[in-house]
């Protein structure tokens, strides 16, 4: 790919997308892409990608589908992703094609036409208002005549979030993998592609051990920090600017994830008005970090108290306000999270008896879409906040103010843009003393080296770690 400015059909939005897959600017992630092109290759070869939320798992598949296939199809689980509503999904999708009567459709099998149309008259169209839900899926829509449906068509079925139907749909499902690799006999391009985000390819898919030579498991680890680096500098050229003095900053910050970067990215961009590529460089200094930390801040602030009046709800009193413990600890650390060990010492800082069952409970819950997946379980074990801001905002909200119990209502957030440029600049997230910030804002005794000291968001804080 050319990377050069000066031709302006693209906008920064293009360039910088904290939002969506990664496609002008995109970073070769060449420990994978070999791996995922020969799976693609090679027929009767089934695919499962997984890894972290934010890996690039979406864009790295795109990237390549492009590359190698004409069309492919998408379907998207959720937890209450049944078999039947995957099938008439994938059916669904394949409308666009078999009622096709252009040219192109001439070389399509009239007998699977026909009856795919005589299927789809059954169930009724998508498009004629019936709704997914309530449709039935007939007899003789199987995983088998739906494979052989997309392998007339030489398609590729990307199931995304394949790991979160419940387990009571999970059998056919991984059934259907063995039908689509067994179908590669009569249509050498048909397969699935399962994505899950998930740390191990067992938690995608829990296939029969025959099939192991006809899956192939990839592991999509996240961005490390070189090709973060490359991300920014691909974009800085892109739109001729340059914030080199930042690129550090924002590196470090991300932990990681390339769509903070893109965010960062996208935002000093948009501060300078930088739409287009500039007609000559525009410069960033260290001072900009500011209104860049605020835009992200202000673009976030309504999420953010909504997930974490999520994480935080109580049903009812217990014992423990477990949640609330759990994200205080982990917000005591720094971005790249916590063992479990090290939670619980922080926790029991305070409850010397915490049980340790109740953490694995809790950090199961705060990982699931019911309380706002807002932790991960990271590939070297330890337990962080998805997105470093959340790590931020609980530190402030959490440890620094004392919050009610039930609801954390702060208007305007009670995070400031100082904190956060400070937070960038510095790398270093809020200091905590030796004895931990759980004891100073539950009123256990501070000792000296949790003592309040440098002003951030106009309160009082505790000493730096360099202290
Ligand atoms: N190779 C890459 N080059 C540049 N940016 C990338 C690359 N891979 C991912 N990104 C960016 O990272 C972010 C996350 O990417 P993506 O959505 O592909 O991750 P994912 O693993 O599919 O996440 P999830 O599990 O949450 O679906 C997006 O902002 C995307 O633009
Ligand atoms: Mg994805």
């Not at 998408?74 to 059916?91: A, I, V, Y």
């Not at 995304?160 to 391009?189: C, G, V, W, Y």
């Not at 413990?325 to 916590?338: C, D, E, K, T």
Request: with cysteine.
């Amino acid at each position: 790919m050319s990377l050069s400015p000066g031709r302006s059909s693209f906008d920064v939005f293009e360039v910088f997308t904290p939002g969506t897959q990664a496609r002008l600017n995109y970073v070769p992630r060449l420990s994978v892409e070999g791996r995922i092109t020969q799976a693609l290759q090679t027929p009767g070869k089934q695919v499962i990608v997984y890894g972290e939320s934010g890996s690039g798992k979406s864009t790295l598949l795109l990237k390549k589908l492009e590359e190698l296939y004409t069309e492919h199809i998408t379907t998207r689980c959720s937890s209450t992703t049944t078999f039947e509503e995957l099938l008439l999904d994938g059916f669904d999708q394949l409308d666009q094609y078999y009622t096709d009567t252009s040219s192109n459709s001439s070389g399509r099998s009239r007998s699977l036409t026909a009856d795919f149309l005589r299927i789809q008259a059954t169930i009724g169209s998508s498009t004629s208002g019936s709704q997914t839900a309530s449709r039935i899926v007939p007899p003789q829509l199987t995983a088998h005549r739906l494979g052989q449906f997309m392998g007339e068509l030489g398609l590729c079925w990307v199931i995304e979030d394949f790991h979160k139907p419940d387990e009571s749909e999970k059998t056919q499902m991984n059934q259907t993998l063995k039908i689509f690799s067994d179908l590669a006999s009569e249509f050498r391009r048909v397969k699935i592609v399962a994505i899950g985000a998930t740390e191990t390819a067992r938690e995608v898919v829990e296939y029969e051990p025959e099939m192991a030579n006809r899956v192939d498991e990839i592991l999509v680890p996240l961005l490390d920090d070189d090709e973060l680096r490359m991300l920014l500098e691909n974009g800085q050229r892109l739109m001729n600017v340059d914030f080199t003095s930042l690129v550090d900053s924002f590196v470090q910050y991300a932990t990681g994830m390339a769509s903070v970067c893109h965010q960062l990215g996208l935002n000093a961009c948009l501060e300078k008005d930088v739409i287009t590529p500039a007609q000559r460089t525009v410069r960033f200094v260290e001072t900009d970090l500011r209104p860049i930390a605020k835009r992200y801040l202000n673009d976030c602030s309504d999420t953010l108290k909504k997930t974490f009046d999520m994480a935080l709800h109580r049903e009812r009193k217990r014992k423990y306000d477990n949640c609330r413990l759990i994200l205080m600890a982990i917000a005591s650390g720094q971005l790249v999270g916590m063992h479990n060990y090290e939670i619980l010492d922080q926790i029991r800082k305070i409850h010397h008896d915490y049980p340790s069952g109740n953490l694995t409970n809790y950090l199961n819950e705060l990982m699931s879409d019911k309380r706002g997946a807002m932790l991960r379980h990271s590939s070297d074990g330890r337990f962080r906040f998805i997105d470093p801001l959340h790590h931020v905002y609980a530190q402030i909200t959490l440890i620094e103010e004392p919050v009610s119990d039930f609801e954390l209502d702060f208007s305007p957030s009670p995070l400031s843009a100082d904190y956060l440029a400070q937070v960038l600049r510095t790398g270093v997230i809020h200091p905590i003393g030796e004895s931990g910030f759980l004891e100073s804002r539950w009123g256990v005794n501070m000792t000296d080296g949790a003592q309040r000291t440098g002003p951030i968001n106009g309160r009082t804080v505790g000493p730096t770690s360099h202290e």
